[in-house]
């Protein structure tokens, strides 16, 4: 069973930065597709913000392009999500995910079926 660990949320201001790390373990096969979501505060649903599949080919939403960089380390037991420019409305808990790619949607935001708690992200103007 496939288990992630998110850290490194905290608060800054508009313009800041801050790295976001997943530790993934459970497996000894990483062939999986990843991605980090958002979900906004008041609000049940949870945005796909950046993808990676397992041929390290990345995906990001048009919000967040060129300012967001994904990324895996150490094996790909580890993935990252380097914020720059950091502006009020990417405020929210962020969740780390995983799927065998056979069912992540084109997309590349869809189909995921492992999550980690979520770490919380806060940007002030």
């Known amino acids: 069973q496939i288990q992630l660990a998110e850290s490194g949320g905290g608060s800054v201001q508009a313009g800041g930065s801050l790295r976001l790390s997943c530790e993934v373990s459970?497996?000894?096969?990483?062939?999986?597709?990843m991605g980090w979501f958002r979900q906004p505060p008041g609000k049940k649903e949870r945005a796909g913000v950046a993808s990676i599949d397992k041929n390290g080919i990345t995906t990001y939403a048009d919000s967040t392009k060129g300012r967001f960089t994904i990324s895996q380390a150490n094996g790909k037991n580890t993935l990252n999500l380097q914020m720059n420019n950091l502006q009020p409305n990417d405020t929210g808990m962020y969740y780390c995910a995983a799927a065998t790619c056979s069912v992540v949607t084109k997309s590349g935001f869809g189909g995921y079926n492992y999550w980690g708690q979520g770490t919380q992200v806060t940007v002030s103007s």
């Open positions: 459970g497996t000894r096969y990483f062939d999986y597709c």
